[in-house]
């Protein structure tokens, strides 16, 4: 969308559309949203802790998004929840892309004995193998290859070049983002007559309801039963998730974590970037695992943890602080050592000593 062709709103529109009380003129037009540090007199910005309230005086933005009010000369749209007024607005300056058309692209193909709705599209050069099923409003992008018997449900967006191998299953709503791989055997290999011999993996992939994955992610399959992501959960993009991990309700995965086999997340789990979870280890309920961390034992549920291997947070900031005290410590403990050896070389020279 060219500059000349992008949407503008005013201030009372924007307000209308979140839902906030306006706090000043709601005449200026927008046509875009931006952080408070690169705003300008086109765009709208947002304040979503205290830190970047006391900012907003010193903005160039046309108009913030607030969850109170504060002495400034921009105008304001006073929200209960700024990331929610967030998303809305960030909805309407989407760029208008030609939608999906229903039905089977002439370079497409789908083998005899597919299961395709007439509301489902299919994408160029797409290869929708026998036995596959595909559901109502779903889109296959540009080059995706699903496998045979896979299932995928309805309202789902399959984007260009996925792999969704053989006798897999994806629920309703669900996103699968560019090359990203589903269903691909599992790393699971036993040493015999002198070399590494590939262990059959005749499990599936099940993946459920309104679940959303990155790009160039792999979730393998299982060995035995199931790979399984549970539904609502969002994984970033360059995830490896390997054969028979489960994975519960309402995760948050993001970008670079390695999950080993048969690895098991409670619901609500967090884990943060490049987080690296050994195989067959579990992780409670809405436990929170911070960046770079290494999980090597089973965490139990609501807990904080950070660090290689990963301790509790607390924890470990109290490590951090001894260590950090460490040069000084070293110096006083020279210190110590040589008054101790002055003392006892005095004890020795002293008469009767």
Known sequence: MTKDTQ???TVTQLAEITGARLVG???????????IDSAQKDCITFAV?????????DCNAAAAIVSKEVKTSIPLLVVDNVEKALITVLKQFMPELTPPVPGIHKTAVAEEGTSIDK???IGPLACIKKGAKIGLQTVIGAGCKIGENS???ADCRIEDNVVIYHNCTIGNNCVIAANSTIGATGFGYYFI??????IPHTGTVVIEDCVEIGANCCVDRAKFGHTLIGAGTKVDNL???AHNVIIGKCCLIAGQVGLAGSAKLGNGVVLAGQVGVKDHVTIGDMTQVGAQAGIVKNIEPNQKVVGSPAIDAKEKIKQVLIQQKLPEMSKQLKQLIKRVEELEASKNNSPGG
Do not use: C
């Not at 003129?25 to 952080?35: L, T």
């Not at 007559?193 to 590939?198: E, P, S, V, Y």
């Open 119 to 121: 509301t489902a599209s």
């Open 49 to 57: 802790n205290e830190k970047l309230l006391e900012n907003i005086a």
């Open 7 to 9: 949407k503008k709103y």
């Open 239 to 241: 995830v490896q998730i």
């Open 151 to 153: 299932v995928i449900g």
């Open 193 to 198: 007559d002198g070399r590494h011999k590939l």
């Open 25 to 35: 003129s709601g005449s200026a037009q927008i046509s875009r949203a931006a952080p």
